[in-house]
């Protein structure tokens, strides 16, 4: 179902599908505490020794160390004849048929992948706050997602990086300003991101890479 149709159909079938299982999670109360959530979750100390305090110091740290870890295999996975190919249909999907690719499978699998990715996200939420909220599944956490693409950069493995760091920054820093109307600076931020930075915040850089070194030619 996700795969069909254009980026933009894929988006909004995206977004359906989690609704619907946020409503899914939301009447099967009885397995995921509903509106409340699941809570109780117990973490044993890992490898024995580290335990997961109220100062976060392990949780953070074994988050850092997951992320790297992931973040290895997606840059090894987009440098591999996997991922040129996943380059060549995101350059022409039309044209890739031509060379017998088949687009469909394509991307099933990094859908697929993208999918696992994502649980691991939601397992390092569960396992370090000890808690899951149906609010995962809301349309909020999706467009945060979509905020911190793109201000860093969709496409770009260190815009994602670079994009949540600024979007987590700028929303503690702007609603501990106003914490009524912050929203309302983060848009003008995104606006003005898709505006003047095309490829967000890394496209932004590379591009004045680019420029700089132009002139020194």
Request: glycine share 14%.
């Given at each position: 179902m ?23 999670a ?9 509106v ?39 840059r ?14 995101r350059?022409?999907?039309l ?15 990094v859908?697929?992948i ?7 996200a ?19 956490r ?11 950069g969709?496409g ?27 929203q ?16 967000g ?17």
């Amino acid at each position: 179902m996700v795969v069909r149709g254009g980026d933009l159909t894929r988006l909004m079938v995206t977004l359906g599908i989690g609704l619907m299982f946020f409503e899914i999670a939301n009447r099967a109360a009885f397995i995921t505490g509903g509106v409340d959530g699941l809570s109780g979750v117990e973490m044993r100390k890992i490898f024995g020794v580290f335990g997961f305090g109220l100062d976060g110091k392990t949780a953070y740290v074994y988050s850092l160390v997951v992320l790297f870890i992931v973040f290895v295999f997606a840059r090894t996975l987009v440098r591999s004849p996997f991922g040129l190919s996943l380059r060549g249909v995101r350059e022409g999907e039309l044209r890739m048929p031509a060379i017998g690719v088949s687009v469909p499978r394509k991307l099933v699998a990094v859908y697929t992948i993208g999918a696992g990715i994502a649980g691991i996200a939601g397992a390092l939420l569960a396992q370090t706050t000890q808690f899951v909220g149906i609010d995962t599944l809301g349309f909020p956490r999706s467009a945060d997602l979509m905020i911190m693409l793109i201000l860093g950069g969709a496409g770009y493995l260190y815009g994602a990086l670079i994009g949540a760091a600024v979007f987590m920054a700028f929303q503690d820093y702007l609603s501990n300003l106003n914490p009524v109307y912050w929203q309302f600076w983060l848009g003008l931020l995104l606006v003005l991101i898709v505006l003047f930075a095309r490829g967000g915040l890394m496209g932004g850089v590379l591009a004045l890479k680019r420029r700089f070194v132009k002139k020194r030619i």
